[in-house]
């Protein structure tokens, strides 16, 4: 009965009685960064739902104000107005909303689902562009650090690990094979219906890991305490058990701490 009622690991320990390890239970924050259609999205929300987390997406933040601009015109083949981008941040309301059918949490902006125009292929074309900007920058990592104020939060992106949660208590930082990533988007996006070639759809992976990797604000990299997960040759249950192993690493570890000094189990409960 605890057990179910609690979702974070601390729970399913057979070290301490249940109810006091609810009572001390930790809800810890994990970061997931990597190159683009990794897979991040999925092993996150999967991770989520396993521990009873919050999943949150940060890149479907990048995208909205992306789409926003492209339906604006401000973003016309592909070239913009800084200071225009910069205006529309003032008039952007954005929110998750889980939808039960998709077993997963829908992207809203002022109030609209977009979650299946923000996936389409010119966001993905000028999406690195726009998150190059300092000020579009400062206000996703305002929101995602609110998001994820209270732990318990799965966050993908990346800069998460290295910008938004350096003290993330577990990051992975996630790579693939460059055609077997383009594969497995050319599969995703055509099952939704759009019409995309696997050349067109692996230069955008290209440009964007390039763009995301050498831009000045945050660009992506490993952090130094992050692992590294190449899901080349990983299925979707392989690559969520090997997580799970290290947050039950994490869990005996803290476990160890615990036992020599009880005091700090209590503290970081006042922490989370
Ligand atoms: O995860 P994604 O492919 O949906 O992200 C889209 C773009 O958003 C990505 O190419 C770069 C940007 N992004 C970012 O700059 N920082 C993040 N934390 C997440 C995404």
Known sequence: MIK?????FFCTSGYLPNFYLCLVMTKITIAIDGYSSCGK???ARSLAAKLGYNYVDSGAMYRCVTYDCLRKGIIKDGKFMREEVVKVLDTIHLS????PSAKASDTYLNGENVEKQIRQMDVSRNVSHISVIKE???MMAKLQRAMGKDKGVVMDGRDIGTNIFPDAELKIFMTADTDIRTQR???ELTAKGNH???EEVKKNLLSRDYEDSH???NPLRKADDAVVLDNSDLNRDEQLEFVLKLVEDLKLLKK???KVSPQGAVKSTKDA
Do not use: W
Not at 4 to 8: D, L, T, V
């Open 256 to 258: 160890e701490e615990e």
């Open 185 to 187: 988007r050319v599969d």
């Open 196 to 198: 995309v070639t696997f």
């Open 136 to 138: 579009v920058r400062e």
């Open 215 to 217: 831009r000045e604000e």
């Open 96 to 99: 998750f909303v889980y939808n």
């Open 4 to 8: 179910k009622s609690c979702p974070a």
């Open 41 to 43: 999205s999925t092993l």
